[in-house]
């Protein structure tokens, strides 16, 4: 059960795009369509943000989306807005009724 | 309106227990899986264990595995943590998490506000 891996920071300007990439093995991201991503803003609980990859919940803006390849997953966000600047983070399923999330990533927007 | 409410943390000395609870409204309980999930003070998220809507499947992180035990009441829409030989590494905010499915493959959807657990002598 090894952190799924993320830069620890990403930054862009309001209106650019970012994507924070996730990078796990062949048994977690890689073996199943069960990773999320979640924003955290200082303070607060998490928020999910994707679910199964690419699904959005309900009320989350399209800005958001995810994809993955192989042992990696991405979640990109288009048209940065000042109240992006938050934590993100991935998580995936792993196996034998385990979950693993990623090490977070702080997102800046300049 | 899905809520989750802890309680039951605090500070406790290492080599004690603590157990924490849930309660859950504004969905129909025991039709999701849950998940508690921690971030010690400054620190990310870990994943700490999941149960399915009926308790036939749980899970649990390698760091507590032998020393917390997942337990549910579908009756009383609660989620519980049974916490023993509890260690200062175990200190952190423990979310209670509502699933987006049945089974603990469903990632966490909605998190309560959190209870804090504090491992000190």
């Known amino acids: 059960q090894s952190a799924l891996t993320q830069p620890r920071s990403v930054s862009g300007s309001p209106g650019q795009s970012v994507t924070i990439s996730c990078t796990g093995t062949?048994?977690?991201?890689?073996?199943?369509?069960?990773v999320s991503w979640y924003q955290q803003h200082p303070g607060k609980a998490p928020k999910l943000m994707i679910y199964d990859v690419t699904k959005r919940p309900s009320g989350v803006p399209d800005r958001f989306s995810g994809s993955k390849s192989g042992n990696t997953a991405s979640l990109t966000i288009s048209g940065l807005q000042a109240e992006d600047e938050a934590d993100y983070y991935c998580c995936s399923y792993a196996g034998s009724y385990s979950v693993v999330f990623g090490g977070g990533t702080k997102l800046t927007v300049l | 309106e899905v809520q989750l409410v802890e309680s039951g943390g605090g500070l406790v000395q290492p080599g004690r227990s603590l157990r924490l609870s849930c309660a859950a409204s504004g969905f129909t309980f025991d039709d999701y899986a849950m998940h508690w999930v921690r971030q010690a003070p400054g620190k990310g998220l870990e994943w700490v264990s999941g149960?399915?809507?009926?308790?036939?499947?749980?899970g649990y992180a390698d760091s507590v595995k032998g020393r917390f035990t997942i337990s549910r009441d579908n009756a009383k829409s609660s989620l519980y943590l049974q916490m023993n030989s509890l260690r200062a590494e175990d200190t952190a905010l423990y979310y209670c998490t509502k699933s987006t499915g049945f089974g603990v493959v469903n990632p966490p959807d909605y998190w309560g506000q959190g209870t804090l657990v504090t491992v000190s002598s």
């Open positions: 149960i399915s809507w009926n308790s036939g499947s749980i």
């Open positions: 062949s048994s977690d991201v890689g073996a199943y369509n069960y």
